[in-house]
């Protein structure tokens, strides 16, 4: 970490400072949620979730290491300095801005409905071909999350992509006053969280709201082929650039190729200069990402050299539109979560593949009010890009009526159908919104496959 003290990180969340007086100008090494993770000179964040108290463990973290706990409540046995908040969890988004402000540096946040992650990924890797780059881990994208990896930036940082993930108003502005991007990058305004957010263009509302907190002389980059963002045309008094597979954006791409396994082969078109590229991953939803990714290297002064090694140095993470080739089968692993939009592209994806396809869908959760229809109209497009659709989940009823598809109500009970519908040589989609456990699918596939 850059030098950061304690006497810094109490006045910078308006905590109280209880300890020796000398030991203010300790500078911190980490700072940690998980008593696990403690090294020495760690700052221990006690956070009270909804099983595991970390007031409970403030002592053993003092013994492992650690020179000083922000806490809600004093530790029993005072062995080391502590400061005492009204909140944890707002003191940490307040301690992450101050962090975030020692930094001169490109900051990238990004955020939209599909394809943060896989466009973080891609810009981490183009990005990565110039600058000693930070990245969002896993899914720390939220109030919690989001400070977290601002406080985990390295000293030696010379640039960071920072995914940024909401479900409500108000979320986007918390996370921006802390990200204080110097660019904004926004993929697509889809239909998610809309039990908060009631439509397309409270989404887009939503989303937006980082603009106000974006750096001084900040850049836009926006997906042109999404109708929200499209009709953006100024923000903070500047014109956006736009991307998109469209030829009126400002980068765009030809001669797109899909591949297969062997990934999308493309031409990236920017200001009239254009190179080929293979990226290695599925679907026409990852040129676009690609796209974002070169126009924000643009940006920062990268060569095309270095934009098309980063692009073809791309790697997917987790269960994203990763496929799974068992010799047999081959699975399109896109389980981590859900909403139409994400659905429609990984079907999209999956009638680019050879032979017979099979979607295995789930329930899209936060919805709405309209969550049925949503359901309904995703299973009559499912049934347009594949063989045979069966659907699991309560939801996923009417998702299976829009498909004439197979329903059934749990992962359990479809195992047989999946077993009997599935032959060799056929690629099968998994998809629901995480909390359906579709991993458990993904896994019940390989064993049998």
Not at 12 to 32: N, P
Not at 137 to 149: H, K, R
Not at 222 to 230: S, T
Not at 383 to 392: A, E, G
């Amino acid at each position: 970490m850059k030098p950061f003290t304690l006497e810094e990180i109490a006045a910078a969340c308006g905590g109280k400072y209880v300890g020796d007086a000398e030991k203010k100008q300790l500078c911190i090494t980490s700072v940690e949620r998980d008593s696990r993770c403690i090294k020495d000179g760690s700052l221990f964040l006690a956070i009270k979730g909804e099983r595991v108290d970390g007031h409970d463990y403030i002592e053993k973290c003092f013994e492992s290491g650690a020179c000083c706990a922000v806490c809600k409540k004093p530790p029993i046995n005072v062995q080391k300095p502590y400061i005492l908040v009204d909140s944890t969890l707002e003191a940490v988004k307040k301690i992450a801005k101050a962090y975030r402000e020692k930094f001169n540096i490109p900051i990238v946040g990004v955020s939209g409905s599909v394809g943060k992650t896989s466009t973080k990924e891609m810009l981490y890797a183009v990005l990565s071909q110039k600058f000693k780059t930070h990245k969002t881990e896993g899914n720390l994208n939220n109030e919690l999350g989001v400070p977290l990896t601002i406080l985990s930036m390295p000293e030696n940082t010379e640039a960071a992509v920072i995914e940024m993930g909401i479900s409500d108003f108000g979320e986007m502005s918390r996370l921006a006053q802390i990200v204080q991007p110097t660019v904004c990058v926004l993929t697509i305004i889809g239909c998610c969280h809309l039990e908060n957010l009631g439509d397309r263009d409270g989404v887009c509302k939503a989303k937006t709201e980082m603009f106000k907190f974006a750096a001084d002389n900040a850049e836009f980059v926006l997906n042109g082929d999404d109708d929200k963002l499209a009709q953006i045309t100024d923000v903070n008094g500047k014109k956006p650039i736009f991307f998109g597979l469209k030829n009126s954006n400002r980068y765009y791409a030809e001669n797109i190729k899909n591949n297969g396994e062997g990934g999308v082969s493309c031409t990236l078109c920017a200001d009239g200069d254009k190179f080929d590229v293979v990226i290695p991953a599925i679907g026409n939803y990852m040129v676009s990402n690609a796209l974002a990714a070169v126009a924000v290297g643009r940006i920062l002064g990268l060569s095309d050299e270095q934009l098309k090694s980063g692009v073809e140095a791309y790697k997917t993470v987790g269960s994203r539109a990763h496929v799974i080739n068992t010799g047999r089968i081959r699975i399109i692993d896109d389980c981590y979560n859900a909403n139409p939009t994400s659905v429609k592209a990984s079907l999209d994806t999956l009638s680019n593949f050879d032979g017979r396809k099979i979607a295995v869908l789930g329930d899209m959760k936060e919805l709405g009010k309209e969550d049925l229809k949503l359901h309904f109209d995703t299973g009559v497009y499912a049934k347009s890009k594949s063989d045979v659709v069966i659907s699991i989940g309560e939801l996923s009823k009417e998702l299976a009526k829009g498909a004439k598809g197979k329903w059934f109500a749990d992962i359990e009970s479809a195992k047989p159908e999946i077993l009997s519908q599935i032959k060799d040589g056929d690629t099968v989609l998994v998809k629901a919104s995480h909390s359906m456990q579709f991993e458990k699918i993904v896994e019940f596939l390989k064993a049998n496959f």
